[in-house]
């Protein structure tokens, strides 16, 4: 892999970021409502700190699916189409989008870090700064998933039908509103194989430092994350590399 696989890696990851310095809206969006969602039901139950690693989850998870949501609008512009037929290889595609929209889904977790004063956490320099590199690893992962579901949608009502159907519930029953060891029955089996789970758990104990004995350990988090954004990142470049034809006339 030389020049011919890193250029339209950087050309599309530069893209996507310029995309959205013209969408300013966006962040007011995706870092918005996670942030008044985090404030009101965090001050209702008086407890701000636990809440803040879930506010941070659902503000990754909102930019980075819904940023490969633009796959649908390159479709249609015809934009995709002049991709597939370059001499660049699909996983270049597949790779600086899934790079480029993580990127903007971090970059926005960093704006809500920036309330952590504000929910009492203190976590201390090593511990912000791998809540910041698990905070990548997250928007990876989640961006991932979101190419893969994008790529097979033929409108953005579909899109935003499956998001609601799938995603929201999944972040529900991942430690977001009650602990692990809180959760009872079905419900506390459902959270043990929930890839959300660990994802949100490292979060919260790298910027908390509570531990929930219920709940996995920062390297099992961590650990179960890349696994799941590995095999998310294969499963959208297979993807990329099979489905050809009517999608893109």
């Not at 819904?66 to 991709?83: C, H, K, P, Q, V």
């Not at 090593?126 to 949608?153: K, N, P, Q």
């Not at 809180?182 to 430092?209: C, D, E, F, V």
């Amino acid at each position: 892999m030389g020049r011919k696989f890193w250029l339209p890696v950087a050309t599309l990851w530069r893209r996507e970021l310029i995309r959205f310095w013209r969408e300013k809206a966006r962040i007011l969006g995706f870092v918005g409502s996670p942030l008044v969602f985090w404030l009101v039901i965090g001050s209702g139950f008086g407890n701000l700190a636990f809440f803040f690693p879930g506010a941070l989850t659902l503000t990754v998870m909102f930019s980075a699916v819904f940023s490969t949501m633009s796959l649908i609008e390159d479709r249609r512009e015809g934009f995709l189409l002049s991709m597939l037929v370059s001499p660049a290889p699909r996983s270049a595609m597949v790779l600086g989008k899934v790079l480029g929209s993580s990127t903007l889904a971090w970059l926005q977790g960093l704006i809500l870090l920036l309330f952590l004063p504000l929910a009492g956490l203190r976590p201390g320099l090593a511990g912000l700064l791998e809540a910041i590199a698990a905070l990548y690893l997250i928007s990876f992962t989640l961006t991932a998933l979101g190419f893969l579901i994008a790529w097979r949608m033929e409108s953005s009502q579909g899109f935003h039908a499956i998001i609601n159907l799938v995603l929201v519930p999944l972040w529900m029953v991942s430690g977001a509103l009650f602990s692990m060891s809180t959760a009872h029955g079905w419900m506390r089996w459902l959270m043990k194989i929930n890839p959300l789970t660990y994802s949100l758990s490292a979060l919260r104990q790298l910027l908390t430092r509570q531990v929930d004995p219920a709940s996995p350990g920062v390297g099992e988090s961590l650990l179960v994350t890349a696994i799941c954004g590995g095999a998310l990142w294969a499963a959208a470049t297979f993807a990329a590399r099979q489905k050809t034809g009517r999608s893109f006339a």
